[in-house]
């Protein structure tokens, strides 16, 4: 079975601060996707990076960051020198070779709040 | 920037009645994609549609959802005889390419359809 685990709910930091939101995944295809999408207050959903499972190396992109580790099933997002204009939900999601195109499992995402 | 949109924002019908909610994907994209985020709740796939046909449905898009492309712009969705559990923000997605390997998952998400249903 597929699923993506956010176990964290809710998280509040103050401006400044780093912060990791976590996903861990589960699935038995080797072959997959993960990605991180945001929801701000006004509901969209923006799409912040793709990450296939044969490319375990590290990406940066600005203040954002993303940690994929294989051996725990993990792909967590890391956002430095958090700003409020970082408040928002975060979802990651897993799209697999046996689902569809487009067919990503979400997971409950986490809400981050950041106080100036 | 072109953009996925979504029309209405906001609907509140009563149970049992029929809603269209209407989506303009992209222009040059050929996938599209309907998931619905339940209140405070993960986001949920219902179809992707490839081809004027579903490609893959999940098991709550049952009989009373229902996805049209009628012209060459819109994709709409249609939920005939309404439930209070219907109750939902539906989005609406598109993407340029959807074979697994390629872009698929690059969706680009409209700013939702929030229904309410009394």
């Known amino acids: 079975a597929q699923k993506v685990t956010q176990a964290q709910t809710e998280i509040s930091v103050v401006e400044k601060e780093d912060v990791t939101l976590d996903c861990v995944y589960e699935?038995?295809?080797?072959?997959?996707?993960l990605f991180w999408y945001k929801q701000p207050p006004s509901g969209e959903l923006v799409f912040l990076i793709r990450?296939?499972?044969?490319?375990?190396q590290n990406e940066i992109s600005g203040r954002y960051s993303w940690n994929f580790q294989k051996s725990t099933s993990s792909f967590n997002f890391t956002i430095t020198a958090s700003q409020v204009v970082d408040s928002a939900v975060y979802f990651c999601a897993l799209n697999t070779y046996g689902g569809s195109q487009g067919n990503l499992i979400f997971g409950k995402g986490t809400k981050l709040s950041v106080k100036p | 920037e072109p953009e996925v949109t979504q029309t209405p924002s906001h609907q509140v019908t009563q149970m049992g009645q029929e809603v269209i909610l209407r989506c303009v994907p992209i222009s040059n994209h050929l996938y599209f994609y309907w998931y619905r985020q339940i209140l405070g709740q993960k986001v949920e796939f219902l179809v992707s549609f490839y081809n004027n046909e579903i490609s893959e449905k999940s098991e709550i898009f049952d009989d009373q959802f229902s996805v049209e492309r009628p012209d060459g712009s819109n994709f709409t969705l249609k939920i005939r005889s309404t439930k209070l559990e219907d109750s939902a923000m539906y989005f609406c997605?598109?993407?340029?390419?959807?074979?697994?390997?390629?872009?698929?998952?690059?969706?680009?998400f409209g700013e939702g359809s929030r229904l309410t249903v009394l």
């Open positions: 990450r296939n499972s044969f490319d375990e």
């Open positions: 997605a598109s993407s340029e390419l959807g074979g697994f390997g390629t872009n698929t998952g690059e969706l680009f």
């Open positions: 699935t038995r295809d080797t072959t997959y996707y």
